[in-house]
């Protein structure tokens, strides 16, 4: 079983569009984040969620909206996409008050 | 605020090789401190841990201690193989609330050729 999914794996867009990432934890886990890892491999933080609650909300453009329907799903909208935006996005989860956090496996996003 | 540096990559070592991937980090308060590990076109797995000053994280040959006096967190594998080839991150933990807040080192490429 996975722990954590996400949805598209590849994702190929021109600019402008509209496009969303879907995450998926099946641990119990009560808190989600989202993070973005450039090219050179660097990881950035850009929001986490408790109990479907907005707990950290990085510098990220207004039009990276997260959507947390209920404690296992966090997804990912973004508007007007540009192409700054083309990055390997990353979902985990963690149990509130515990350290470690899980990852999923990425959603490379490609704007054109 | 929090940061974390690392020893910048890539690195090439030989199979059975000794590895050291060094990191230090600037933290308020009592982090605690990660290694993960990014196997090609995967997402991140922990590979070790520590939560307090002079602990020893270990896991697969890999082993971390949590040196306060010198803010390091330092990776070391005594022998290396051919599938330990991946990037390898260092990140301390911050409590922010309920939220446990990662702030990851740049990355460090390893490979290692048979």
């Known amino acids: 079983d996975t722990a954590v999914s996400q949805t598209p794996k590849y994702l190929v867009t021109q600019m402008g569009n509209d496009k969303s990432i879907k995450c998926e934890q099946n641990l119990g886990h009560d808190t989600m984040y989202w993070y973005k890892q450039d090219s050179k491999k660097f990881l950035k933080i850009m929001f986490s969620y408790n109990n479907k609650e907005l707990i950290i909300n990085e510098t990220v453009p207004n039009r990276f909206s997260p959507k947390s329907p209920d404690k296992a799903h966090l997804n990912l909208h973004i508007n007007s996409l540009e192409l700054g935006d083309s990055a390997v996005y990353f979902c985990?989860?963690?149990?509130?008050?515990?350290?470690?956090?899980?990852f999923g496996p990425g959603t490379r996003l490609t704007v054109l | 605020g929090n940061s974390v540096t690392q020893m910048e990559g890539p690195v090439t070592l030989s199979e059975e090789a000794f590895l050291t991937i060094n990191c230090t980090y600037t933290a308020t308060g009592y982090p605690s401190l990660f290694w993960y590990v990014q196997y090609p076109g995967e997402g991140l797995q922990l590979l070790l841990k520590a939560t307090k000053a002079d602990d020893k994280g270990s896991n697969k040959g890999f082993e971390a201690t949590y040196r306060k006096e010198t803010t390091s967190f330092h990776l070391e594998k005594g022998s290396v193989q051919v599938s330990d080839s991946a990037v390898y991150f260092c990140a301390l933990s911050d409590a922010s609330g309920s939220a446990r807040q990662l702030t990851f080192g740049s990355g460090t490429q390893l490979t290692v050729l048979p």
């Open positions: 985990a989860s963690s149990r509130g008050g515990v350290d470690e956090q899980f």
